[in-house]
């Protein structure tokens, strides 16, 4: 599926499916979202990039190998859970830091942390898995 319509209107649909998977993950902790589906929305918009430009443009637009991605969000997720051992509280344990920005109050989380953590998960190992599946012009099955 590379036509001209197509190429042109991806750009745009990537962008905006990018922006509401941060969205979606962002607010997850209050209302239904979290990491896993805007990580599965962010992975489905890199997904449309491989189909319109292909799967070179779509690595290119990562900057970073998916596998790495997936990698440092298992480890992102990890010690956020591990924060709680160095407070004296159980694995796991909530932690919030209340930062004051422009007269607002920003909440920081170690549940945050985590969903990020598991959006990185669920967009480098899915976008590894379409990218490696996706079949580049000139190559057949």
Do not use: K, Q
Request: proline share 4%; net charge negative.
């Amino acid at each position: 599926m590379n036509t001209i319509i197509f190429r042109t209107v991806a750009p745009l649909i990537v962008g905006t499916m990018l922006v509401f998977a941060v969205y979606i993950c962002l607010r997850g902790h209050n209302e239904p979202g979290g990491g896993f589906i805007g990580g599965l929305i962010a992975a489905s918009a890199i997904a449309v990039l491989g189909m319109s430009w292909g799967r070179d443009a779509a690595r290119r637009a990562l900057r970073f190998d998916p596998l790495t991605i997936a990698a440092a969000g298992v480890v992102l997720a990890g010690s956020s859970g591990l924060l709680s051992l160095f407070t004296g509280n159980a694995f796991m344990t909530s932690i919030w830091l209340y930062l004051e920005m422009g007269g607002a109050e920003v909440p920081l989380s170690t549940p945050l942390f985590f969903d990020i953590g598991v959006f990185m998960v669920v967009l480098g190992s899915i976008s590894a898995i379409g990218l490696g599946l996706e079949i580049d012009d000139g190559e057949g099955l």
